[in-house]
């Protein structure tokens, strides 16, 4: 995917360390003059980076998590790199409406908010991406 690079961070794969992509993902786009996006963007980032962590290798000791953004003319997109492991490519699954729902929302709020996503197999780990419409 050719776009024009905004930035690229790699974050420890732990739960201490999303905060530090939300503020990553907020002030990078304050910076490139998208501030109006940068709400959604940084809560799909943050999904995408807890599930990482959560499902993955990139949450085992000394995981690591990739974010990088890049300007489309009309988007936004996020990547997000994980090293891989048990976890297949991500899909929706369950009902995130459920009152007993504890968890599952993640990938249902990236399927409502982004304009398009999906994920692939890249290297040993998963590339999953997603962009937002700029406004």
Do not use: Q
């Amino acid at each position: 995917m050719t776009g024009r690079f905004l930035g690229l961070i790699v974050f420890p794969g732990t739960v201490e360390e999303v905060p530090d992509a939300r503020h990553y993902v907020r002030s990078l786009l304050a910076r490139n003059g998208s501030p109006a996006i940068a709400g959604d963007a940084e809560l799909l980032a943050c999904e995408c980076v807890s599930n990482a962590i959560r499902f993955t290798r990139s949450g085992a000791r000394g995981g690591r998590v990739a974010v990088k953004l890049l300007g489309l003319d009309d988007a936004l997109r996020v990547e997000i790199l994980n090293e891989g492991g048990a976890s297949s490519i991500p899909a929706p699954r369950g009902n995130p409406d459920s009152d007993e729902a504890e968890s599952g929302r993640g990938l249902h709020l990236i399927d409502a908010l982004a304009k398009e996503w999906g994920s692939m197999s890249y290297g040993p780990g998963t590339l999953t991406w997603f962009t937002i419409a700029r406004t």
